[in-house]
């Protein structure tokens, strides 16, 4: 089951995905220890944020929406958390969020003294100005971000990119070109729910992230389609919920997958049972290793 993304070596390929549990050390340790092979933190910026006032989630049959706002205690406040979870032996990896390079590149520096193995940049937030997808629906604001963080630090550099963009190739391609270690596919698909009742959006903010079951044939078009003009691993994301679910991100060319909304919509014990039914999956395909698997749907 081990699992390698560039240099980085990691026990299994299910790795939490940011905004999941990912604030407290408590709760990463203890998906770590429910079978993740490593978790992403909440995205991390400069200042404390609130967020956005509920209703901030609204959960259906086959997925999820949410427009936190990017709630989280500021960086400063952070490195306890993470000197936490790397105490427990936990493979983690740092998200952030800025609004321009400097400031990408501050926190990324923060991240790797705190002690993380690897950090994902949040090019790609659907619903909070001057954030995240604002940065990562353009090729050059992405190669100036990245290229001024691989800079700053020694830690891999992973990219997270956005699904509501025309063409997600050239944008994690110049994510490659300006020294990303790894691209990161997908964050949350730009939505919004009505309620015909109340006559009025649902979510506070009006707009935000559709997630879950639901995306999970657009993450893996876009990990196929990035595959195919990167290098780089490619980690999927995107309604993996059973081992099938991830052996097809796999065989679409991702190195390995991370898991959101089933983690909040089933808890932790997620990991273990997705990584028995991956390990099931393989031998009933006589697949002995993932790296076997990876990309096979491109040859
Ligand atoms: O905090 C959020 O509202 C949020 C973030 Br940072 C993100 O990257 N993706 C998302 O769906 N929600």
Not at 49 to 59: A, I, L, S
Not at 185 to 204: C, D, E, F, G
Request: overall charge negative.
């Amino acid at each position: 089951m081990t699992s390698r993304v560039g240099k980085i070596t990691i026990r299994n390929p299910l790795l939490l995905a940011s905004g999941i549990l990912g604030e407290s050390s408590g709760s990463m340790i203890r998906v770590y220890s429910s079978g993740a092979g490593g978790v992403v933190t909440k995205s991390i910026g400069m200042e404390p944020r609130d967020g956005y006032r509920n209703p901030t989630v609204y959960e259906f049959e086959s997925g999820m929406l949410n427009a936190m706002g990017l709630p989280n205690p500021g960086i400063e406040h952070f490195s306890d958390v993470i000197s936490r979870t790397k105490a427990a032996g936990v493979f983690t990896v740092g998200s952030i969020f800025g609004g321009d390079e400097n400031e990408f590149s501050h926190l990324a520096g923060k991240m790797e003294a705190y002690g993380v193995d690897a950090v994902e940049l949040n090019l790609s937030c659907p619903h909070v100005e001057g954030f995240g997808s604002e940065l990562g629906s353009s090729p050059e604001r992405v190669r100036s971000v990245v290229g001024a963080v691989r800079q700053a630090v020694r830690i891999p550099v992973w990219a997270k990119m956005t699904p509501n963009v025309a063409d997600m190739g050239s944008i994690a391609a110049a994510a490659e070109e300006a020294g990303a270690d790894a691209i990161v596919a997908i964050n949350t698909v730009r939505a919004m729910a009505i309620s015909a009742r109340l006559r009025r959006p649902v979510l506070s903010n009006t707009y935000g992230g559709l997630s879950g079951e639901a995306v999970k044939y657009v993450g893996l078009r876009a990990v196929y389609e990035i595959g195919k003009k990167c290098s780089i691993p490619v980690i999927g994301v995107g309604g993996v919920r059973s081992g099938e679910d991830v052996a097809e991100y796999l065989v679409a060319g991702a190195s390995a997958v991370q898991i959101g909304t089933a983690v909040a919509e089933r808890g932790p014990g997620v990991f273990g049972q997705v990584a028995d039914e991956l390990s099931d999956f393989m031998e009933r395909e006589g697949f002995s290793s993932l790296k076997e698997m990876i990309g096979i749907a491109r040859r």
